[in-house]
């Protein structure tokens, strides 16, 4: 590593090279500005591309094919069971992370974005100092700070490549199958891992803080996949605490301490902790700036991304919640927008949020049990998907889509899908709230027959007392 | 029942006004159509009819207090308050209405549905979506509401031509202390540091005087021309006319006026308005003069209309009267809008030069100084110059640089002079 004496000066500094950070380094290059992407890693594409979204879709299509092709006896068709090969699993994921990452190099070349590897740190509010390149400083007139989050873990414990306990990073290199892994935490990420342990054999265990699995989600979009994940794992603890956790040569010896329940000790061959990620804004210097942070190290932004220094950005999993690659991309666009003197602003009336198992959970806008929470009267829209027919043809009638809408103006407030697909449909549930459509628009646009996105016109037509399919009676 | 009584519209653009005189009192049975309030608003005073016949339940408001449309006046109570909001309302054009959407209630229904697109436009052109009035189907704003929006925002209150994009670039750079746009006005000083200060709120006429010279102030790049008129003849003709006829009220300003009347029939850029926003000049084919009254209050601008289409003697008459309606505060709104040309006369009061301030949205104001006796040097008909006594009436024309050049208004005021100098031109022109 050497320290270089270079200081170079640019236009837009990018610091972080995940979604947020090459969205806005290419939308800024797009508007005519000179931009330098900083990236601490060698590859590009941050923590969604390299461990994170993308190797997670590549092992979940895994897991759906060995579901279907299990339940396929069922249907005429028995397949034996499969040789996993893990090896070609990881060689598989590693082509499709290789491709992306280096398709967005090629991108930063066409669109003449200076790519330097790098750790940056701030000086002051106009400089930076990188580590571990020729450059030394980079002097800019506008920033935007795009250095994302890390998985919290345990308390006392650490994640280590090779070791037994594990964050979704070490999970997505899958080194091996264990024979039992403990699943700490039912959240998004922590669901769709260990049903991807699950499907390739190991014997999962859940251990949830809550009373249920994805705290949070409107328990009717729950239930269907509950049943699943009941199913599938070996056991599941809620209300529950792990209360000591020790790795052993041959194992992790875990206490788990359940509401009013005594504490039982455990030994598993892995453990995959899953309980939450914090933002990446302490040691990178930005006590040398006037950039506020908030209680939960989550930087302080304006509707326009700026931070407190007005010439300073910061977007997508450092800025807050909801920790989601296309919040991050969103959010680099109109910070570089901004930069370039375009009216850009974040003011979306939704992001959609989207859990991969299967089947698969959707929503964006406003929830039934948010609304309730609120105390904001609301009426729903629903349309099971047993009767649906396409949902029939695929074998998978577990499925629900439910529309929330304002009882006044009859206008979409939320939309929440569970089921197979439910990562497609959700988009049009974007889009209407959006637009301010209102369940009529919904209800008069044809949607083909037989899809399963026509269960959300048929939701909102059970809402007008319209449905075909379901009777639906409307006051 | 109790109803509350709100102020209602008052006129094109006119969103706030001062209450002068509450008629009436808490427990006094009022009739409909009687005085309730009377209220000042650009220098003109309104009466306020009631709507019922009720009684007055409870008065909110003070002699002084400065409320505008839609805030509650007073509350009635009794059998002749109806259910329904009493419509009555004086007749304004409805597209010119300010966007009333009282924004407390908007905020309670939560964001303003639009499309993603129409709200950038917003942020493009700076509309604050809750004061938009939606026209998109199922109450929804679409673009075109924000683009009516922001044109009709730009005819009552013209605003700076560059765009929001320009001003963001221009964040960046460090602005200059000594450029005038940018310098943002420092707190003032606390000036009993220095001794004793006596503090005096802006209102009634005053106010709308300062507002009307900031705004003209801040648009029209002026420039004054000054001109001396020989009106010796003229005097004397005045007088005689005055004298012979018993009319009191031919003033010189009479004179000037025609004569100005006259020359703006050749010089039409002088009797009209610039239209920023179209980039075009209104020429006004109509000749209504405002003519500065100084009253107790402050300097109040009555309209006397189709100067160029009255006779001397009805001139006289409509501005004596004008004159007095407005020193007693009676002069109605219609009786202060609409002039195409001002004149300003100090005269009477001293001077020998000024520098008036344009009356926006016009484009030219006359103004008449002090006329005194001054030796001036004339030829007479051998050629050979002489000192003489002569009535010198001086003139200064102030108009709006963008729509006439100094040429023009050289022109111009020599045409009036020329007019002054010899009665017998001027008469020509009647």
Redesign the interface.
């Known amino acids: 590593m050497v320290m270089g004496e270079q200081t170079i000066e640019t236009q837009v500094a990018v610091i972080g090279g995940g979604p947020g950070g090459y969205a806005a380094a290419f939308r800024a290059a797009d508007l005519g500005l000179e931009v330098t992407l900083i990236n601490q890693e060698e590859r590009l594409g941050g923590v969604c591309l390299l461990r994170g979204c993308i190797p997670a879709k590549v092992f979940l299509e895994v897991t759906h094919l060995l579901h279907d092709a299990r339940q396929a006896g069922d249907w005429g068709l028995t397949f034996d069971e499969p040789d996993i090969d893990l090896e070609g699993l990881r060689k598989r994921k590693e082509k499709v992370v290789g491709r992306l990452t280096k398709g967005l190099e090629t991108l930063c070349r066409q669109r003449d974005v200076q790519l330097i590897r790098a750790r940056a740190e701030f000086e002051d509010a106009h400089r930076l100092r990188l580590q571990g390149a020729d450059v030394a400083h980079v002097e800019f007139e506008h920033a935007i700070l795009a250095t994302g989050s890390t998985p919290i873990s345990l308390p006392g414990v650490e994640f280590a490549p090779g070791g037994r306990v594990m964050s979704t990073a070490e999970a997505l290199d899958v080194p091996r199958i264990p024979e039992t892994l403990l699943l700490v935490g039912g959240g998004f990420n922590g669901v769709e891992l260990g049903s991807v342990y699950a499907a390739l054999g190991s014997r999962v265990t859940l251990v949830e803080m809550t009373e249920g699995l994805l705290p949070g989600v409107d328990r009717d979009l729950v239930k269907p996949l509950a049943r699943r994940i009941e199913a599938s794992y070996e056991a599941t603890h809620y209300n529950t605490r792990v209360t000591s956790l020790k790795e052993h040569d041959d194992g992790v010896e875990v206490t788990l301490e359940g509401e009013g329940n005594t504490a039982e000790t455990e030994r598993f061959d892995q453990v995959l902790v899953v309980i939450g990620r914090r933002p990446n804004s302490q040691d990178i210097g930005l006590e040398s700036t006037g950039i506020e942070r908030d209680e939960q190290d989550f930087v302080v932004v304006d509707e326009e991304m700026r931070t407190a220094e007005e010439h300073i950005f910061a977007v997508g999993d450092v800025v807050g919640l909801p920790m989601l690659a296309h919040k991050a991309i969103h959010q680099g666009k109109v910070a570089a927008g901004v930069i370039a003197g375009e009216p850009e602003a974040f003011d979306v009336r939704c992001v959609p949020a989207v859990i991969y198992t299967d089947p698969q959970i959707a929503w964006c806008g406003l929830t039934e049990p948010a609304a309730e929470e609120e105390g904001r009267e609301v009426e729903m829209g629903r349309f099971s998907w047993g009767a649906s027919g396409r949902a029939l043809t695929m074998g998978e009638p577990r499925g629900l889509t439910k529309l929330v809408f304002d009882p006044e103006m009859e206008r979409v407030l939320g939309v929440g899908i569970v089921g197979r697909g439910a990562e497609d449909l959700i988009a049009e549930g974007a889009l209407a709230i959006e637009m301010g459509a209102v369940a009529q628009d919904l209800a008069l646009t044809i949607h083909p027959h037989p899809t399963l996105s026509e269960t959300i016109s048929e939701a909102a037509q059970a809402f007008l007392g319209l449905a075909t399919h379901v009777l639906s009676r409307r006051k | 029942m109790t109803r509350a009584f709100k102020l209602p519209d008052l006129g094109e653009g006119i969103h706030e006004a001062e209450i002068v005189e509450i008629p009436v009192a808490v427990g006094d049975e009022v009739e409909e159509d009687q005085t309730i309030l009377v209220v000042e608003t650009d220098k003109a005073a309104v009466e306020i009819p009631s709507p019922y016949s009720a009684t007055v339940e409870s008065v909110e408001v003070e002699v002084g207090d400065l409320v505008r449309v839609d805030n509650v006046m007073m509350t009635f109570s009794g059998n002749g308050v109806a259910a329904e909001e009493p419509e009555e309302r004086p007749e304004t054009a409805e597209e010119e209405r300010p966007q009333k959407e009282p924004v407390e209630t908007r905020e309670q229904k939560?964001?303003v549905?639009?499309?993603?697109a129409t709200?950038?436009l917003a942020?493009?052109l700076d509309v604050d979506l809750r004061q938009v009035e939606p026209t998109g189907?199922?109450?929804?704003v679409t673009a075109q509401d924000v683009r009516a929006f922001a044109e009709g925002e730009a005819e009552r209150e013209p605003a700076p031509a560059e765009p929001?994009?320009?001003e963001?670039?221009r964040?960046?750079e460090a602005t200059s202390a000594v450029d005038p746009r940018s310098v943002s006005l420092p707190p003032l000083p606390d000036f009993e540091r220095w001794g004793e200060v006596e503090r005096i709120e802006l209102r009634s006429v005053r106010r709308s005087i300062a507002k009307q010279m900031a705004l003209s102030w801040a648009q029209i790049p002026r420039v004054s021309h000054h001109e001396e008129a020989d009106i010796t003849e003229l005097d004397r003709l005045r007088r005689k006319y005055k004298e012979e006829s018993g009319l009191e009220s031919l003033t010189l300003t009479v004179f000037i006026i025609k004569a100005a009347a006259a020359a703006l029939r050749d010089f039409p850029r002088f009797n009209a308005s610039l239209d920023a926003q179209a980039e075009e000049i209104v020429l006004k084919r109509y000749y209504h003069f405002g003519v500065a009254v100084d009253t107790e209050r402050g300097l109040i601008v009555p309209v006397v209309r189709d100067v160029d289409c009255k006779s001397l003697i009805q001139l006289s008459n409509e501005l004596q009267e004008l004159a007095e309606q407005t020193r007693a505060g009676e002069a109605a709104l219609e009786d202060l809008q609409g002039a195409s040309f001002t004149i300003t006369n100090v005269g009477i009061l001293g001077g020998t030069a000024f520098t008036p301030i344009v009356n926006y949205p016009e484009v030219a104001i006359l103004g008449m100084a002090r006329a005194a006796w001054k030796p001036v040097v004339r030829a007479d008909e051998s050629g050979r110059q002489k000192i003489e006594p002569r009535l010198i009436l001086p003139l200064v024309l102030a108009f709006d640089h963008r729509v006439a050049d100094g040429a023009d208004a050289a022109r111009f005021m020599r045409a009036i002079v020329e007019t002054l100098k010899d009665p017998h031109k001027l008469m020509l022109t009647l």
Do not use: L, N, V, Y
Not at chain 2, 113 to 116: G, H, K
Not at chain 2, 137 to 140: H, K, M, S, V
């Open positions: 939560g964001p549905p639009a499309s993603p709200r950038r942020r493009e189907p199922a109450g929804r929001r994009e320009e963001r670039e964040r960046p």
